[in-house]
């Protein structure tokens, strides 16, 4: 499968969509939240947002921040990490033994990076991006899954924006 799904064209002032050319027509995403790859890579970094809507979750940032910022080298805006455990995996990685499958337990608090798997952006030039995908994750082409659409791609893009924008600092 070529890694490229579709080419967004973006308002350079406002950062707005304002073409979208999606390249696979039949495809589609839904997270199938198995966890087999994502959760295990080491717990991902933490935007300042993203460690508020863990600690409305119910926890304390003792229990799952680590403040170096591991594999953020290029992300200097991120304020810590989710703690692994020692096998690699994300502390809030579970196992679901009545449905035999590996869940997030944090699902709808988790952090923005956890969102953008598996897709990624690469820039073509001053206007165009080309959104592409990391195959190695069992939510693509899911039949029951969202095409990409507007919505889909627009939804993204805010989650990338508060992975990237340099002015959303730790403190
Ligand atoms: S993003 Fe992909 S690999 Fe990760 S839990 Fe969802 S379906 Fe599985
Ligand atoms: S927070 Fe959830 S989705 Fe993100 S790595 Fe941990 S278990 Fe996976």
Redesign the pocket.
């Known amino acids: 499968m070529d890694d490229i799904v579709a080419l967004i064209t973006l308002d350079p002032k406002t950062r707005a969509i304002t073409d979208l050319s999606v390249t696979q027509k039949q495809f589609r995403f839904k997270c199938k939240r198995c966890?087999v790859l994502?959760?295990?890579?080491g717990?991902?970094p933490l935007t300042k947002k993203d460690i508020e809507q863990?600690e409305k979750a119910g926890y304390a940032k003792k229990d799952f921040l680590e403040p170096t910022n591991r594999n953020a080298e290029n992300l200097p805006q991120m304020c810590g990490t989710?703690k692994t455990r020692p096998d690699g995996?994300?502390?809030?990685?579970?196992q679901d033994l009545e449905q035999n499958c590996?869940?997030?337990?944090?699902?709808d608090?988790?952090?923005s990076?956890?969102r953008l798997?598996p897709f990624s952006l690469e820039n073509l030039d001053s206007k165009r991006i080309a959104l592409k995908i990391i195959p190695c994750c069992m939510g693509l082409n899911n039949p029951e899954g969202n095409v990409l659409d507007y919505k889909f791609v627009s939804c993204y893009l805010e989650h990338l924006l508060d992975v990237i924008l340099p002015n959303k600092k730790c403190n």
């Open positions: 966890a994502c959760c295990k890579l717990g991902p863990i989710l995996s994300c502390i809030f990685l579970q590996f869940t997030c337990s944090i699902y608090y988790r952090p990076l956890c798997y």
